[in-house]
């Protein structure tokens, strides 16, 4: 019925406000109201990290929820053919803060190191994360 129960573990009072930008972000990126929707298509090392792919034309978002109370690195393995990522140089955007999302200090990346890329995860985490060709 499109009804995901909050896996929080004591962050409930704050539950109110994930909500409202949940549906901020719903409304301000179309890709996430219509664009293609791909479910296990992102190889991951985690067996407790659910991944979504979301994306149109020109807009490309990876969603991840992770299942663990554990912080935990994890290997995603995207797959580029499908998103059909021309060659070029990347950012990574956390749309949920709007900043830039850097891991092991690495702002840019190219198409090919964005088929495997780590990413760190906290408890209970959920990270979304816009990939915006660079214009060079």
């Given at each position: ?118 990413v760190t995860l906290n408890p209970y985490d959920v ?10």
């Amino acid at each position: 019925c499109g009804f995901i129960p909050s896996i929080w573990g004591g962050q409930e009072d704050d539950e109110g406000v994930f909500i409202r930008r949940l549906l901020q972000m719903r409304q301000e990126y179309a890709v996430l109201r219509s664009g293609g929707l791909y479910l296990n298509m992102v190889g991951c090392s985690s067996l407790h990290v659910f991944a979504v792919l979301r994306h149109d034309q020109s807009t490309h978002v990876l969603g991840l929820l992770h299942l663990d109370s554990r912080k935990q690195d994890i290997i995603l393995h995207l797959p580029l053919d499908l998103l059909k990522l021309a060659p070029g140089m990347y950012e990574l955007r956390t749309i949920f803060s709007g900043s830039m999302w850097i891991e092991r200090q690495e702002l840019r990346l190219s198409r090919d190191e964005l088929a495997t890329i780590q990413v760190t995860l906290n408890p209970y985490d959920v990270l979304f994360l816009l990939i915006e060709e660079i214009a060079e």
